[in-house]
């Protein structure tokens, strides 16, 4: 069993920076790939970014490159999601999830164990 615990969250201005920690737990923690999904209100689900077990790959959505960065430290069973240059668009809740496989892999779905959230508030 793996547990997932979001960190980090916060009120920040328009243009403000955050950092998301999810540490993971379990015998397998550094075994899975790592997702982190948001949700605003009103919106449907969101995938925000992907690494893989590894951190050799990683995966963003167009909403999030080229301002978020994920990374992971295997020795801490830490995934970090760097976050610059944040808009109000990107308020809702963070959730970090695992799929079962070492590689990121597309649909919610596909994700199997879930954290309880941290919520980010992008407002002036």
């Known amino acids: 069993q793996l547990q997932l615990v979001e960190s980090g969250g916060g009120l920040v201005q328009p243009g403000g920076s955050l950092r998301l920690s999810c540490a993971a737990s379990g015998f397998t923690a550094n075994y899975h790939a790592i997702g982190w999904f948001r949700r605003a209100p009103g919106k449907e689900r969101e995938g925000v970014s992907c690494i893989s077990s590894s951190g050799s790959s990683t995966n963003y959505a167009d909403s999030v490159k080229g301002r978020f960065t994920i990374s992971r430290d295997n020795a801490k069973n830490t995934v970090y999601l760097q976050m610059n240059s944040l808009k109000p668009e990107d308020t809702a809740l963070y959730y970090c999830?695992?799929?079962?496989?070492?590689?990121?892999?597309?649909?919610?779905?596909?994700?199997?164990?879930w954290g309880q959230g941290t919520q980010v508030t992008v407002s002036s």
């Open positions: 999830a695992a799929p079962r496989q070492a590689m990121c892999v597309t649909g919610p779905n596909m994700y199997v164990y």
